[in-house]
């Protein structure tokens, strides 16, 4: 939708002409500008090492120490590579899971992770089918604008190593944006400062990448999977 931009402008002048006589000329005047220009948007999964289009799902290849029982982050071998062309006021892009859209069966956890005591995250993540929902596998993910592959290792004291995977359905996700608004016209999302707000990266166009990782601590063996995690763009 295209937004148009007016400005009053008021100026004003006295001009003296002599001790017998004077007149003030005011004038009133309106200024407008047509900020015109498209947003263009588009993402497709890669390879997270090489770039490369092709992979359909977002998987897992390293999974190694599965089984231990302390944290245990690994990268997933596929990544969203983001296209954006003329970012501009207004718009902004959103990632989040969508887990309880229209299957709640083996999309549920019955053991919530619990963020840092402000409520539980029962649909975030990697959900072990087939098991009750007692299983799952917590999920993050970190923007990067160039080609490196980031570690993705999220944690709530440091969100520079990544951002926890929000669900639609999960506690308090309408009051946390900057876990899931990760464009807008300051740029992608970095990060968090001391002040408790998302901090970004400038960036009006070209390609980023969201790198996923999934905490693999005390696994048991099944499919771990998620309903839908969803990527768009919404233009006020």
């Excluded at 990544?79 to 549920?108: H, M």
């Excluded at 970190?142 to 190593?161: F, G, L, M, R």
Aim: proline letters at 2%.
């Amino acid at each position: 939708m295209k937004k148009f931009f007016s400005l009053v402008l008021v100026l004003g002048c006295v001009v003296l002409f002599s001790q017998i006589a004077s007149a003030a000329i005011k004038g009133t005047y309106t200024a407008e500008v047509n900020v015109t220009g498209s947003f263009s948007f588009s993402a497709a999964l890669v390879d997270a090492t090489t770039k490369a289009t092709g992979p359909s799902t977002i998987t897992w290849s390293d999974y190694s120490g599965a089984y231990a029982s302390v944290d245990n982050w690994k990268n997933a071998a596929v990544a969203i590579k983001a296209t954006v062309t003329n970012q501009k006021a207004g718009v902004t892009v959103q990632l989040y899971q969508n887990n309880k859209s229209s299957n709640t069966a083996g999309y549920e956890n019955t053991i919530g992770f619990d963020e840092t005591g402000s409520g539980d995250m029962v649909y975030g993540g990697l959900i072990r089918q087939n098991s009750s929902g007692a299983q799952r596998f917590v999920m993050g993910m970190k923007i990067s604008t160039t080609t490196v592959n980031p570690t993705v290792a999220p944690n709530y004291s440091d969100t520079t190593t990544g951002f926890f995977l929000k669900d639609k359905s999960d506690y308090n996700f309408a009051t946390v944006s900057h876990y899931y608004t990760i464009l807008t016209d300051q740029g992608v999302l970095m990060g968090i400062n001391a002040s408790s707000q998302p901090e970004f990266a400038l960036f009006a166009s070209g390609d980023f990448y969201i790198h996923f990782g999934a905490n693999f601590r005390d696994a048991v063996a099944g499919n771990y999977a998620t309903q839908s995690i969803t990527l768009e763009s919404f233009n006020e």
